[in-house]
């Protein structure tokens, strides 16, 4: 397949590095010149569980030099600059081209398909993680899922081909019709974990520091849970609330990428995440008050890094 990654930071790098590795064409697609330049100049190191290497026949360039028209363009860039980013490779994107978002968040569907035909939008979950470690290096420890459908839930060709070429470099991938339910369901879990961590500045581990930390943590799961079940979307709450827990226990070191960002100074994913949630909330008529008191919290983070940040 030749497949290129638009937004080629630690998640596409990772899924664009092992696509290359199983023989795929891989071209990355990213505005960040020095991991562009590292990638053409040394490879792309890739720290995985399986070894440290570099892996060599990918191509990098930024997005308005890219010619020819993939038969899957993945979308791995922060949610907020999906559109922007679509909008940079128009011309990238062919008539027969798929089109698959595997972000966090809500809402990316819809971005999607303001650029292209809804029957070539395909969505999933990943829980696979990975870090920027530096230009042209990305690691991942640890081992994670793909799940997919296309968006119209038609069983295709299309989507069936995409899960097994994923599978085919080792990233677990199945396509899944249920997959809404595993996208609401880490939905609520970045809202509490991701949220919590950016506003107070601890870590993972750190949430239960207090017990009001791991209780608010519950109280947003459950608020975005419900929000799920308005919009017809069957989730575990146990199931949920467990893989909180088992993060606060056994993932204590963890910095979230919304506290990367906000101690960065940079934009967040909240309003992908809280920020939908909170839209669908007020659709159905459902309060979810943590949820909405952490996104204030964050956009008044973001607002007043915005302005330089600095204390008068
Ligand atoms: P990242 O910040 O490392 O990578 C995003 C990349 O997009 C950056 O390299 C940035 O330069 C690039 N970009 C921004 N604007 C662009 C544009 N206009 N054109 C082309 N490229 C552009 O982020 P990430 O951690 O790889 O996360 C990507 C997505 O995957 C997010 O939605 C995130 O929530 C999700 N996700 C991340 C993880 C993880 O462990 N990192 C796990 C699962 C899902």
Known sequence: MNISILGAG???????GLLAESGQQVTLLDINDAH????????????????DRRIGGLTACRPEQVTGQPDLLLVFTKAQHTDHALRGIAGHIGEHSLVLTLQNGLGNAEALCRHV???RVMIGMTTWPADMAGPGHVRSHGQGVVRLMSLDAV???????????LEAAGLQC???????TS??????????????????????????????????????????????????VATDAQRCLDSVAYAIAHHRTHKPSMLQDVLAGRPTEIGAINGEVLARARQAGIAVPHTETLLGLLRLIEAWAA??????
């Open 117 to 119: 035909a809804p029957e």
């Open 307 to 312: 302005t330089g940040g600095g204390h008068e």
């Open 155 to 165: 069983e295709r060709q299309g989507s069936n081909q995409v899960a097994a070429v």
């Open 10 to 16: 630690a998640m596409g790098s990772l899924f664009g």
């Open 183 to 232: 996208i609401w369901e880490k939905v609520a879990f970045n809202a509490a974990l991701n949220s919590l961590c950016a506003v107070t500045g601890c870590t993972v581990g750190q949430l239960d520091a207090a017990p009001e930390g791991v209780a608010l943590a519950r109280a947003i799961v459950l608020e975005v849970l419900s929000v799920a079940q308005s919009v017809g």
């Open 174 to 180: 199945a396509v899944d019709p249920q997959v809404w």
């Open 36 to 51: 562009l330049e590292a990638i053409r100049r040394q490879g792309l190191r890739l720290e995985t569980d399986s070894g």
